[in-house]
């Protein structure tokens, strides 16, 4: 059998391609995508930069302090985000960041309700909830449910999920809440233990298992009065 000899003279040696890491990289998030990740849902990111409008009966404006309060029937939106109650006050922050709390009279309840991104096709999926009082945070993108708070998940309007307690933090960037009960010497806020029923992700599954009665979204108020303002 005959040994390949020395290259001769003048001749190529064979070139062997080097791919740089950072398209290696680059080639496994692609792939990695193409695999269909999906990142949880999360309260509708076009809200952030939407205006924010007030409807109310009655309105006072502190200009220099950038503080105003609606009175009557209040109807807050921005993009999907609606907070309504008796009282709202807003300002705005240095930053420009807007900020609303909510309150009602006694035995009436501040409420919210936001539309979330698709996770899943063909799913409409939206949070809602009431307490004593509403508190809306356009720079953390948060809303604290305070004193006898509620929460609830609804797919295509049917309710899915409800958690309770005395204090509910919702964050719309991450998709999370923080529920707290109220401690024995402030029972008044709301029960001293949190309460969560959970449906499971593929109810319509279970066997023998009756859907929840659908709910009906966002009453809407005749507005008296009505301000806009840009974020």
Do not use: W
Not at 214 to 224: R, S, W
């Amino acid at each position: 059998m005959k040994t390949p000899g020395p290259c001769r003279a003048g001749a190529r040696a064979p070139v062997v391609p080097v791919v740089p890491v950072a398209l290696v990289a680059l080639m496994a998030l692609v792939a990695l995508a193409m695999l269909g990740a999906v990142a949880p849902a999360r309260a509708e990111r076009a809200d952030r930069g939407k205006p924010m409008t007030i409807d109310a009966d009655h309105q006072t404006l502190d200009d220099l302090n950038q503080v105003s309060v609606f009175t009557g029937a209040v109807v807050l939106t921005k993009g999907t985000l609606r907070l309504t109650g008796d009282r709202v006050e807003y300002r705005e922050d240095p930053e420009g960041y807007q900020h609303a709390v909510v309150t009602v009279a006694p035995g009436g309840h501040a409420t919210f309700n936001e539309r979330r991104d698709a996770e899943r096709p063909g799913i409409d999926e939206t949070v809602g909830g009431e307490a004593d009082r509403v508190e809306y945070d356009g720079k953390l993108d948060t809303v604290r449910l305070v004193s006898n708070a509620v929460v609830r998940r609804y797919e295509n309007g049917v309710q899915r999920d409800e958690i309770s307690g005395a204090l509910i933090v919702y964050d719309g960037i991450n998709s999370t809440y923080d529920v707290r009960a109220a401690d024995a010497a402030d029972a008044g806020r709301g029960a001293t233990r949190v309460h969560s029923v959970l449906a499971p992700r593929n109810a319509g599954a279970v066997a023998g298992a009756a859907p929840p009665a659908a709910v009906k979204l966002e009453p809407t108020v005749p507005p008296a009065m009505r301000q806009e303002r840009q974020p």
